[in-house]
């Protein structure tokens, strides 16, 4: 009875933290989608903070899909989200691969020296003349090539192809398939939990392109969304400090430009999120 009863104690310390974390991150979100979609009067009567709205309106989303450059900035990071995280995955795969081979000739040697850009960069100014030389200055390519293999993700995957039972290869190399073949057919397959996480990092990192695209990017048009979302506020902060005839509240539009940013990731991530833990490799071998 007593172990009975410490252990309703623990089991209800810890739903209840567990909800408090729950609130503490469900409330800003519904903070931020509420606000956006109510009229400010309401906001100001409310004292600035409105959780379930009473009357709804859209000018903030019409204004930001309508008067902005918001839909071209959209298409360009969905550019760089999907395109350039098939060549992050095609770099980090077709490095990470070789190096999980332990019979690599000079192995020691290549991972000590891709350990070593983690520690060290060229640095900042060297990064640009190199993208400058290359004609990369003011194309989407400059967002995306620079940091097309990432180290910490080529270690990662090369980590999870070194558990691929190796009966496995050997008995597609007694099978006559050549390496490309046993990565596109074998390893790939049942490497999709890790090879998700890694696409869904790259896709989120290139979703939140801002300091590559301020570094490279000067023409507006190829200037991916949390560029153009920033100038957007920062001018619409400024058009209201200077005219008092402004249609939408700056804090409306500041609400209304975090929800689209961030809901395309937001619906994406369930969808992925089921590979993290899911394991690919149960069931392959019989014993």
Sequence with gaps: MVRGLE??????LVYAILAAVAVAAIFPMMYVVAVSITPYTEVLRNGGYVIIPKSITLEAYKHLLVESELPNAFGVTIFLATVGSFINL????????????RNLPGRSF????????MLFSGGLIPTYLV?????????VWAMIIPGAIVTFHVLIMKTFFENIPAELFESARLDGAKELRILAQLVIPLSLPVIMTIALFNMVSHWNTFFTAVLYVTDRTLQPLQVVVRRMLLETTQDQLTSSQQMVPTVTLQMAAVVMVSLPMIAVYPFIQKHFTKGMLV?????
């Design 283 to 287: 069931g392959s071998i019989k014993g």
């Design 131 to 139: 993208v400058k030389s290359l004609g990369l200055v003011n194309t």
């Design 110 to 117: 290549w991972l000590l020296y891709i350990f070593f850009t």
């Design 90 to 101: 095609a770099g980090i795969m077709s490095m990470a691969y070789p190096l999980s081979r």
């Design 7 to 12: 252990d309703r104690i623990v089991n209800a």
